[in-house]
């Protein structure tokens, strides 16, 4: 592992999953953005780490026994 890659992920370990994919679509539109300056080779590496980012995060909740609508009230709060 190359050290800018080690500390890439030490940098996103605790952000959870919603701000994972967040970064990952900030990431993306930088690089499309960013086209005249990089190779195809540079492109098709950086489109290859978004895509393992991806493949990286988890498919399905945590079982801990908490339905969609429980993890919403702790997270946003119970509505009256």
């Not at 970064?23 to 098709?44: H, N, P």
Request: charged share 35%.
């Amino acid at each position: 592992m190359q050290p800018q890659t080690a500390e890439i992920e030490w940098a996103i370990d605790g952000l959870d999953r919603r701000e994972k994919l967040h970064l990952i679509e900030v990431l993306a539109r930088g690089l499309q953005r960013d086209r005249s300056t990089a190779t195809t080779a540079e492109r098709k590496a950086q489109l290859e780490g978004l895509l393992q980012e991806l493949d990286a995060l988890p498919s399905e909740g945590a079982d801990d026994g908490f339905c969609n609508r429980d993890h919403d009230a702790l997270l946003y709060g119970r509505r009256p």
